[in-house]
């Protein structure tokens, strides 16, 4: 299998993202035993923000190229952050993680992916009554055309799943102007934490 590694990210000839995945999850890994000590140490506001510095910001460089693959391959980097968020609240294990990524504000690995992509979609499209709009859909004005998909590897990627996703989210959130960024990304995510099982989406 031919790969190599450009910009911080493994690309293979399959785009499968497997190589990339396994180092992430590798990373991931030996800071699990880090925030294990650490949280003997620092109180729990230092370990949140070691979390989104150093554990968030690796999980997000480059998730809108990697994110859609499949859950398959995706598995051992969300078990990884799964770990590190339930060291940092002393839970279990085999505690329930969604609850306690919704009652810390903390998007776990998919979440993150369908955050990401859709707060790119919003501000490339620009203000909603400049985007691409289907002219022919009265009943909802803001619905994107979506492009025909005949291949799984371009319904996983971001050109697809962007406007499709988009076309999923309120009007009232959708229809927002890019200069209330910062209140469609509140909103946005309080939408995506409502979905029980993000699988859906993909």
């Known amino acids: 299998m031919k790969s190599f590694k450009y910009l911080g990210l493994f690309l293979e000839n399959n785009l499968n993202w497997k190589m990339h995945l396994e180092y992430l999850e590798k990373i991931l ?23 989104h510095s150093l554990i968030e910001s690796v999980i997000m ?3 809108s190229s990697w994110g859609g693959t ?8 969300y078990k990884a952050q799964k770990r590190i968020v ?4 002393f839970r ?11 009652d810390n504000n903390i998007l776990p690995l998919r979440y993150l992916y369908v955050f990401r992509v859709l707060k790119i979609f919003f501000y490339r499209s620009g203000f ?3 985007r691409n709009l289907n002219v022919h859909d009265t009943r909802n004005p803001y619905t994107f055309k979506i492009k025909r998909c005949n291949l799984e590897l371009f319904r996983r990627c971001y050109l697809y799943m962007a406007p499709f996703w988009f076309h999923m989210l309120p009007c009232e959130v959708k229809s927002l102007p890019i200069c209330q960024g910062n209140n469609f990304e509140k909103q946005m995510k309080a939408f995506i934490f409502n979905i029980s099982d993000i699988e859906v989406f993909f």
């Open 86 to 89: 339930k060291i940092i609240y």
């Open 128 to 130: 909603v009554h400049h």
């Open 61 to 63: 460089y480059g998730i």
């Open 70 to 77: 499949y859950y398959s391959n995706v598995i051992g980097v």
């Open 29 to 51: 890994l030996i800071a699990v035993h880090k925030f294990y000590k650490l949280r003997y140490i620092c109180p729990r506001n230092i370990m949140k923000l070691l979390y």
């Open 92 to 102: 279990a294990i085999r505690s329930a993680t969604l609850p306690l990524f919704r």
